[in-house]
């Protein structure tokens, strides 16, 4: 497929009163015009930084960003502001990503209003349809976010993004603040959203099982760094990096005959974004670092076919006990 986002060597640090914080530590990946690409890992492992950096509203400290064959840190004024509008984000939080002093019509009209699309009554015709498109009735046009439901506010969100007809759109876990049941309803409205409009998507979330279930490949991040990305059933299937695989561990079973069956947590101290620990920033909580893991930062090489694995010692159908 086409290639339609690269991000090139990214690196963004925030200057702190105790040092600098290492949100992300030089990143690169592409993805692809259609596909859905999964970035998962810890919380304060520079996800959601990430995410704002493809969409330029954090500037990086160095590195770049490409959108269709263009550099945004090139582009100014009207160049970026039009190149922007294929690009859009789905917040975490439907409660506080919509201005509850708003009705919902004008919350999804406001980036119509902001690029000046079509006239007044081409616009809200346009908003109609979009809340139709998400599953909130186009009646309730005139209504506030308090009106509604965590999951009929996420709709919304939702509408508000596509908008601008964008073709890629970052969801910052844009289903961790519901509940399960309409968790499966806003997945399911995203996928069927990507192949009515052919929309891109990169998906930030921690929960795994919901990656797997709408990703085609899978980014894991640790510390600031990509450790693994691969296919999304190669990484499930056979994990190389041993991060990954603690990660898949600790996914709950729904099975309950498997509840109770003995499992590896991660252990040992936690590194800071803070302070950083040279080398492979994962040896001080993996089993199996060694000389090489505390020196040498590893690099990100192909393992197999689209499998990408940065560790010293990937792991081959190594068990984790």
């Given at each position: 497929?086409?290639?339609?986002?690269?991000?090139e060597?990214?690196?963004?640090?925030?200057?702190?009163?105790?040092g600098?914080?290492?949100?992300?530590?030089?990143?690169?990946?592409?993805?692809?015009?259609?596909?859905?690409?999964?970035?998962v890992?810890?919380?304060?492992?520079?996800?959601?930084?990430?995410?704002?950096?493809?969409?330029n509203?954090?500037?990086?400290?160095?590195?770049?960003?490409?959108?269709?064959?263009?550099?945004l840190?090139?582009l100014?004024?009207?160049?970026?502001?039009?190149?922007?509008?294929?690009?859009?984000?789905?917040f975490?939080?439907p409660?506080?990503?919509?201005?509850?002093r708003?009705?919902v019509?004008?919350?999804i009209?406001?980036?119509?209003?902001?690029?000046?699309?079509?006239?007044?009554?081409?616009?809200?015709?346009?908003?109609?349809?979009l809340?139709e498109?998400?599953?909130?009735?186009?009646?309730?046009?005139?209504?506030?976010?308090?009106?509604f439901?965590?999951?009929?506010r996420?709709r919304?969100?939702i509408?508000r993004?596509?908008?601008?007809?964008?073709?890629?759109?970052?969801?910052?876990?844009?289903?961790?603040?519901?509940?399960?049941?309409?968790?499966?309803?806003?997945?399911?409205l995203?996928?069927?959203?990507?192949?009515a409009?052919?929309?891109?998507?990169?998906?930030?979330?921690?929960?795994?099982?919901?990656?797997?279930?709408?990703?085609?490949?899978?980014?894991?991040?640790?510390?600031?760094?990509?450790c693994?990305?691969?296919?999304?059933?190669?990484?499930?299937?056979?994990?190389?990096?041993?991060?990954?695989?603690?990660l898949l561990?600790?996914?709950?079973?729904?099975?309950?005959?498997?509840?109770?069956?003995?499992?590896?947590?991660?252990?040992?101290e936690?590194?800071?974004?803070?302070?950083?620990?040279?080398?492979?920033?994962?040896?001080?909580?993996?089993?199996?670092?060694?000389?090489?893991?505390?020196?040498?930062?590893?690099?990100l090489?192909?393992?197999?076919?689209?499998h990408?694995c940065?560790?010293?010692?990937?792991?081959?159908?190594?068990?984790?006990?």
């Amino acid at each position: 497929m086409a290639e339609l986002l690269r991000a090139e060597r990214l690196v963004k640090e925030f200057p702190v009163k105790r040092g600098t914080v290492h949100a992300v530590s030089g990143v690169s990946f592409t993805i692809a015009k259609g596909e859905t690409l999964g970035l998962v890992g810890e919380s304060g492992c520079g996800k959601s930084t990430l995410g704002r950096l493809l969409l330029n509203l954090l500037e990086p400290t160095s590195g770049a960003v490409w959108f269709k064959g263009q550099d945004l840190s090139e582009l100014k004024g009207r160049e970026q502001r039009e190149l922007r509008r294929g690009m859009q984000m789905i917040f975490q939080d439907p409660y506080a990503s919509l201005d509850p002093r708003m009705s919902v019509g004008s919350l999804i009209m406001e980036p119509l209003n902001a690029h000046r699309v079509g006239n007044r009554r081409e616009r809200e015709e346009q908003v109609r349809g979009l809340m139709e498109q998400v599953g909130i009735r186009p009646e309730f046009f005139g209504r506030y976010p308090h009106q509604f439901s965590g999951g009929q506010r996420q709709r919304i969100g939702i509408a508000r993004a596509l908008a601008l007809n964008p073709e890629l759109v970052i969801c910052d876990e844009p289903v961790s603040a519901l509940d399960v049941s309409i968790q499966a309803q806003i997945l399911n409205l995203l996928a069927d959203l990507q192949k009515a409009r052919g929309l891109t998507y990169l998906f930030i979330s921690h929960d795994l099982n919901v990656v797997r279930y709408l990703s085609d490949r899978v980014m894991v991040m640790f510390l600031g760094q990509i450790c693994e990305l691969s296919p999304t059933e190669a990484l499930y299937e056979n994990p190389r990096h041993p991060y990954t695989k603690f990660l898949l561990e600790a996914v709950p079973q729904p099975d309950p005959t498997l509840r109770d069956a003995e499992r590896v947590l991660l252990t040992g101290e936690v590194a800071s974004p803070l302070n950083p620990p040279p080398g492979c920033r994962f040896h001080s909580r993996c089993p199996w670092a060694d000389a090489i893991c505390r020196e040498k930062q590893p690099d990100l090489v192909e393992m197999a076919p689209g499998h990408l694995c940065a560790c010293h010692h990937p792991m081959v159908d190594r068990e984790i006990f």
